[in-house]
């Protein structure tokens, strides 16, 4: 099925450090969502974004719509233990979908 | 737990049989979805349901796929005749109504088929 391009596929850093992830698309979305996910776990959404240029904040989280709609990215700034997880983007083609197409994952190991 | 449930939380079966995995939303949410989780990859879309309805089944792989959800709330995900390549985990989610409302995610039903 189709998929979004997620990158990178995995990060190991050091605690404290700021970590960058990106998801392009070859579609325009009309939503963009990242998502964790721990193991044994389903996603918790983390961050939404519904209109292109939108930069958004959660805590140490910031993630942006890109301005073709076809790509997003997150950042999460000094960097603790507990974000040790896999990331998902995920997109949306309409507002009157709930099909979500989801990214291959990055998975951040954060070491102390 | 006032989150989205999920039954069984493992399920080993033999190729060639029948299952039914159960799906238990947050009380109110009429919109619920499918998703199938490969190892090493995100959720892929499979059905997802307004009310009783399917309002979009475009992601069920082939015809031994089939979900219900008949009063609006349950939902079971029934896979015939499973084949070794339908084991994956299979994640259900729930909102509050189709479209921008956030999914909230269950922690999904572990299939593996021998």
């Known amino acids: 099925g189709q998929q979004l391009n997620q990158s990178p596929q995995s990060m190991f850093i050091q605690e404290g450090e700021d970590v960058s992830m990106n998801c392009t698309s070859s579609s325009i979305f009309n939503t963009w969502l990242w998502y964790k996910q721990d193991p044994g776990e389903g996603p918790v959404l983390l961050i939404a974004?519904?209109?292109?240029?939108e930069l958004t904040s959660n805590g140490r989280l910031t993630a942006q719509f890109g301005i073709t709609r076809k790509d997003s990215f997150l950042n999460i700034s000094a960097s603790i233990p507990s974000d040790v997880g896999i990331y998902f983007c995920?997109?949306?083609?309409?507002?009157?979908?709930?099909?979500?197409?989801f990214g291959q994952g990055t998975t951040l190991q954060v070491k102390p | 737990g006032a989150g989205v449930s999920q039954t069984p939380s493992n399920k080993v079966t033999e190729k060639g049989k029948y299952v039914e995995l159960r799906c238990d939303p947050i009380?109110?949410?009429?919109?619920l979805y499918w998703y199938r989780q490969s190892l090493g990859q995100g959720p892929e879309f499979l059905i997802y349901f307004q009310g009783t309805g399917a309002a979009d089944d475009s992601g069920l792989p082939n015809d031994r796929f089939f979900a219900v959800r008949p009063e609006g709330s349950v939902s079971t995900l029934k896979i015939q005749r499973t084949e070794r390549g339908d084991s994956a985990v299979y994640l259900c989610?729930?909102?509050?109504?189709?479209?921008?409302?956030?999914?909230?995610f269950g922690p999904g039903t572990r299939l593996t088929v021998l």
């Open positions: 009380s109110g949410h009429t919109a």
């Open positions: 974004l519904y209109k292109a240029g």
């Open positions: 995920a997109g949306r083609s309409s507002g009157n979908t709930g099909k979500l197409i």
């Open positions: 989610a729930s909102s509050s109504g189709q479209g921008a409302n956030e999914q909230f």
